[in-house]
């Protein structure tokens, strides 16, 4: 076994620790993250674990996570920096009142103006920087994992200006100059393909696609989250899941869902799928009403095969 | 230099995939790191680098899969990595978590394991050269993967990649031969026999067998990429200049992947801002107001911008037997540009004009065109009773932020032309465009009414083939700029 693999497989069994349940191919594609210091840009169905995964990293790193979820109209001033407009104010007041000590004995204007020119400006200095989180995980002291949730949202403009931090993990504050990390942060972007991404964005990350899983892997998953649901039920409700996700629906239910459902199975105490039960919890599993429908006369054989499929 | 990896990179490149030097710089780093021996491990780790979007990883598998054949058949590998790479990762991560957990599962390319001739994953050519290595137990993993780097390498020399003809297989096999230095091979082979030492010049002699079925396999596989590659390219620009009414069934089938790569490229050229800031001129009352908390020192500048109302665009298509393989191409390229279009609602029509902007909503765009042409499709077209039906639905939608597209060849089969429909539309509409696929020498034969359609409208254009429409769209979203 090579040295990678035993790495990447130790990193499978910590995530696993922070209930993570991950596959080869995130694991590796975190691993090389790790090594070459580079973003992760997510892609895959809402639901199947994007967001979670920077969460079990911060953990698993036992680093501090920042959070930025993305929206149109998201602008510098809300993602990487802004001014402490009242420190400032106050900073200005404290020079008028200071204004005669500076100028104190300048002949003429010119002279004035001169002695306010020699003097030391902090108007817009890092004293009066507010960072927001893209600076926050930049200007950590140990390192950090930044989460860049629902890249898709975000307008073009705000992914061109991503694109210094994500290439050099440096950040030009037209005011101050450039700042760059103190400790790489790990990046992650997350997004839903609700458009395409530029493709100056995607050159610097390494790309990482997460579909829905096997049943194999979900049924890990659920155990790892819900360790209460007994083996068959679990089973049941999985292959029942997969099957569902065959149809043509509207949304497909993710991960999150079969881990809610899941929870709700067991709250009512079940052990195993029936009629009347899958049609008292299926809007947990499913959010539209036209889901709900279209499935609804298929649940006897979905059912039927969910518990005799081993 | 990684030769091994620049080839694939450039079979990748081949296989349309867009890869930077950045990116061939981080390739080579995640090979450092993972190394050639896990092939799994290797797939995964050159996909998040190289494989960029949903469909590059399919095109990455399959390329992988078949460039990493040769080494499948001439290293030692495990043959359970010579499975057909899942494109989906976690069937891979299942199988892999599985195996990894048992003794000695995954991990490739252990040295000593014998002369590993249960091959069988190549193809037949792999399997033959390696049963040629392998049951001689002489060459050990180590030197046949030194024979096969001799080889890529020499084959990169000499430019292997530029092959195109099967004619051209004796002179590029001659020259990576002469590259590898076979006739001093040979000469030594001779000597050895001469001296009496059969034994080594027997295992030279072998060596030489497996190098030049080596060669034989990288050139016929070459061939192929590149024939597969260049015929690819060749037809999907042969498309694009094609009238569609001219095109074969089997190729119309091949058209949306040409459509989408258009369509990106038309959106990512025309990305609408919504609103634009006039540079330079403060908008000092807003300045004011918002800065009285700060005693009127003004920290928040504002400027003045404009803002750029989105226009709605309205496609109106006949999907009669004549022209309904245009209007599929039309309404997924208007599909495709989504991104830049986000007001558009599609219409077909036989008869009457229905709107179809729900499918697309609810289904995929291919599966939601094959229901529009199930459900609407087939018949002949009645140009009055669709112009007036559209007229009805989209008469208090109409403004002068809209624009109207129609695709259609005007024949009408001598019934109700829909004209005055048509020019109350004009009337209202920012800009009305008719699409004719038709050559326009043909307009005005036959029952064409396109002329009469033409003084109702602000422009009629041809679009016989693909790149003709491209124009059109790409002149049409300068003007919504």
């Not at chain 2, 069937?91 to 990894?100: H, L, M, T, V």
């Not at chain 2, 050139?219 to 999907?236: E, G, V």
């Not at chain 2, 199930?374 to 002949?380: E, F, I, V």
């Amino acid at each position: 076994m090579t040295d990678a693999r035993k790495d990447i497989d130790q990193l499978i069994a910590k995530l696993a620790e922070q209930g993570y349940i991950a596959s080869s191919a995130i694991a590796t594609t975190l691993y090389i993250a790790q090594q070459l210091e580079r973003p992760i840009l997510i892609e895959g169905p809402p639901g199947v674990g994007k967001t979670e995964l920077a969460n079990a990293t911060a953990a698993m790193l036992n680093k501090p996570m920042f959070r930025l979820q993305c929206y149109e109209g998201l602008d510098e001033s809300k993602a990487l920096y802004d001014w402490k407009y009242s420190k400032q104010l106050l900073y200005v007041q404290v020079l008028k009142e200071q204004l005669n000590e500076i100028l104190d004995g300048a002949d003429g204007l010119s002279n004035a103006v001169e002695r306010l020119h020699n003097f030391d400006d902090i108007f817009y200095s890092e004293r009066f920087l507010e960072p927001r989180p893209l600076l926050k995980a930049l200007q950590s002291d140990n390192g950090a994992v930044l989460l860049i949730d629902e890249i898709d949202k975000a307008d073009y403009e705000f992914e061109s200006l991503l694109l210094e931090i994500l290439a050099d993990f440096k950040v030009t504050l037209p005011e101050i100059g450039t700042l760059a990390a103190v400790h790489k942060p790990l990046v992650i972007l997350t997004s839903n393909n609700t458009r395409d991404l530029s493709d100056a964005l995607k050159r610097r990350c390494l790309h990482l696609y997460i579909p829905f899983p096997e049943a194999k892997l979900e049924s890990r998953i659920v155990q790892s989250r819900v360790p209460e649901v007994p083996d068959e039920l679990r089973r049941q409700l999985v292959n029942f899941v997969h099957d569902v996700r065959k149809l043509d629906l509207k949304k497909q239910p993710a991960i999150s869902e079969t881990i809610d459902w899941a929870r709700s199975l067991l709250l009512l105490h079940c052990d195993s799928l029936s009629r009347q039960l899958v049609d008292d919890t299926l809007n947990v599993l499913l959010k539209y009403e036209e889901d709900i429908n279209m499935v609804g006369p298929e649940l006897h054989s979905l059912i039927k095969r969910a518990n005799s499929q081993l | 230099m990684d030769e091994t990896l620049l080839q694939f990179i450039r079979h990748l490149r081949n296989h349309g995939l867009a890869i930077s030097t950045a990116e061939t710089l981080d390739a080579m780093r995640v090979v450092a790191t993972l190394g050639y021996s896990d092939p799994r491990l290797l797939r995964d780790g050159l996909a998040s680098c190289l494989a960029k979007t949903v469909d590059d990883y399919n095109s990455f598998g399959e390329c992988f899969e078949r460039f990493f054949q040769l080494e499948a058949g001439v290293n030692t590998t495990d043959p359970d990595d010579q499975q057909r790479p899942e494109n989906d990762d976690t069937k891979e991560a299942q199988a892999s978590q599985n195996e990894d957990q048992t003794a000695g599962g995954g991990d490739a390319g252990g040295e000593g394991q014998g002369g590993d001739d249960g091959q069988g994953a190549g193809d037949g050519q792999s399997e033959g050269e390696s049963k040629g290595e392998g049951k001689g137990g002489s060459g050990s993993s180590g030197q046949r993967d030194s024979t096969l780097k001799d080889v890529i390498r020499a084959a990169a020399e000499i430019n292997l990649e530029k092959i195109q003809y099967r004619t051209q297989r004796g002179v590029y096999r001659r020259k990576i031969l002469t590259a590898l230095n076979d006739e001093q091979t040979l000469e030594d082979i001779k000597k050895l026999y001469d001296a009496g030492d059969d034994e080594k010049a027997h295992v030279l002699e072998q060596l030489r067998e497996g190098q030049i079925a080596a060669v034989k396999y990288l050139i016929d596989r070459q061939l192929l990429l590149n024939n597969d590659n260049a015929s690819k390219q060749l037809r999907d620009a042969t498309l694009q200049d094609t009238s569609l009414s001219a095109m074969e069934h089997y190729h119309r089938e091949r058209l949306p992947p040409i459509i989408r790569k258009l369509a990106k490229k038309l959106a990512s050229r025309h990305r609408q801002r919504h609103k634009r800031a006039r540079r330079g001129k403060l908008d000092l009352g807003k300045t004011l107001r918002r800065n009285i908390a700060y005693g009127g020192v003004p920290f928040h500048r504002f400027w003045k911008t404009t803002r750029k109302d989105k226009s709605d665009i309205f496609v109106l298509c006949d999907i009669s037997g004549s022209v309904s393989a245009w209007s599929r191409v039309l309404l997924l390229f208007v599909q495709a540009l989504s991104d830049v279009l986000p007001n558009t609602r599609s219409f077909v029509f036989c008869g009457q004009s229905i709107e179809v902007s729900d499918l697309f909503k609810q289904y995929p765009v291919d599966e939601a065109l094959a229901i529009i042409h199930q459900r609407h499709g087939l018949g002949g077209s009645d140009y009055g009773l669709a112009l007036n039906s559209f007229w009805t639905q989209i008469e208090d939608k109409l403004n002068r932020r809209s624009c109207v597209i129609i695709l259609g060849d005007g024949r009408g089969n001598g019934g109700d032309t829909g004209i005055e429909a048509l020019r109350s539309i004009y009337h209202r509409a920012r800009l009305v465009l008719w699409f004719n696929p038709e050559s326009h020498h043909s307009w005005n034969t036959g029952d064409s009414e396109i002329r009469r359609y033409q003084s109702a409208s602000h422009y009629v254009a041809e679009c016989g083939s693909l790149r003709k429409l491209e124009r059109l769209l790409d002149q049409l979203l300068s003007l919504l700029r």
